[in-house]
């Protein structure tokens, strides 16, 4: 039972570098979201997706993008890495859209630009 | 709009006493409301949830949170504490209705329990 598996676990890179955070659910859920906890701030939305090919905004959506092109993968790129995105980055699916039955959440990437 | 405030950073408590994690939130709908546990390195896991039935909820690892409507509260207790349960807790609310368009969850900043022997 994998649930939502990330990769890779750690990265380093430098700044305008470029890289895609891997995300994949092995229990048919329509929706996932993409996280980024910070040091004492909890966990915000980036991007989130309702099903294949459908992708929209959370709260902090700026230097990242996604896609959805099959219900399993929700990858998250960063095209210009900058140091206001060292993070670590959770990818979360559910069942239902309005999280009412709680998440399950990978156990996440941690992410340092230099 | 939802959110959530949880009202202390970090809790200390020594092994075998009650855990208190205290969580309010506000909302203009019936909210739903969750507390996820956070191991060190490790991702979310899900404790227990609140989506308008029973005011008390029991979760895993015998911790227990009760809804409060009138004090706009949803605290995380546990009557005896265990050294595994060292962990950063997050409270939680869902901030549309059941049915709405859109889902996301509003996540507190987190308390850090230390767990002393």
């Known amino acids: 039972n994998a649930g939502v598996t990330q990769t890779p676990k750690f990265r380093i890179l430098k700044i305008g570098q470029s890289m895609t955070l891997q995300c994949a659910q092995d229990?048919?859920?329509?929706?996932m979201y993409w996280y980024r906890q910070d040091p004492g701030m909890g966990l915000k939305l980036i991007y989130y997706?309702?099903?294949?090919?459908?992708?929209d905004k959370g709260e902090v959506p700026n230097g990242y993008n996604v896609s959805r092109s099959t219900t399993e993968d929700f990858p998250l790129r960063l095209e210009l890495a900058a140091p206001s995105q060292t993070s670590v980055y959770f990818c979360?699916?559910?069942?239902?859209?309005?999280?009412?039955?709680?998440?399950?959440f990978g156990s996440g990437t941690r992410l340092t630009v230099v | 709009a939802q959110s959530v405030t949880q009202l202390d950073s970090h809790v200390s408590v020594s092994e075998g006493t009650p855990v208190l994690l205290r969580c309010n939130y506000s909302?203009?709908?019936?909210?739903?409301l969750f507390w996820y546990v956070q191991h060190p390195n490790k991702g979310l896991q899900l404790l227990l949830k609140?989506?308008?039935?029973?005011?008390l909820v029991k979760g895993i690892n015998g911790f227990e949170a009760e809804f409060k409507k009138s004090e706009t509260s949803f605290h995380l207790t546990k009557p005896s504490a265990h050294m595994s349960d060292a962990a950063e807790y997050f409270c939680v609310v869902s901030d549309y209705p059941l049915g709405g368009s859109q889902g996301n969850l509003i996540f507190g900043k987190g308390t850090k329990l230390s767990v002393k022997p």
């Open positions: 909302s203009s709908y019936s909210p739903s």
């Open positions: 997706s309702v099903g294949a090919g459908i992708t």
């Open positions: 609140y989506t308008s039935a029973a005011t």
């Open positions: 229990m048919n859920h329509n929706y």
């Open positions: 979360a699916s559910s069942q239902y859209l309005e999280g009412a039955y709680g998440y399950t």
